[in-house]
Nanobody, 125 residues
Framework: QVQLVESGGGLVQPGGSLRLSCAAS????????IGWFRQAPGKEREGVSC????????YSTDSVKGRFTISRDNAKNTVYLHMNSLTPEDTAVYYC??????????????????WGQGTQVTVSS
């Protein structure tokens, strides 16, 4: 059974940091491009950052560049999203997703076949 499980969310003060993890089971993550997405209340799901199968290509949305870093450890079947300098605008449910059969990752959610259940990130003082 293909499964993605996110963890690492929580409540953090503005300016703080979190590291989200996306662990895969039932399949080898290194065959997939992985994306992180987020959805805030009342807003559409937004692509945050993505990483290609071997980690050679990374794309990030402008609002997180310089603050968020995506990485992967294929030996651990896990992808990470390191988030620094968090602001209240980063508050959302964060999801990871896997894109099969492609050479590049994408920030378009329509390109992803498998999704995790999400982890809540709340940035508030």
């Amino acid at each position: 059974q293909v499964q993605l499980v996110e963890s690492g969310g929580g409540l953090v003060q503005p300016g703080g940091s979190l590291r989200l993890s996306c662990a895969a089971s039932g399949f080898a993550l290194d065959n997939y491009n992985i994306g992180w997405f987020r959805q805030a209340p009342g807003k559409e799901r937004e692509g945050v950052s993505c990483i290609s199968r071997r980690g050679g290509l990374i794309y990030s949305t402008d609002s997180v560049k310089g603050r968020f870093t995506i990485s992967r450890d294929n030996a651990k079947n896990t992808v990470y999203l390191h988030m620094n300098s968090l602001t209240p605008e980063d508050t959302a449910v964060y999801y990871c997703a896997a894109r099969p059969n492609a050479n590049f990752c994408s920030l378009d959610s329509k390109n992803y076949a498998y999704w995790g259940q999400g982890t809540q990130v709340t940035v508030s003082s």
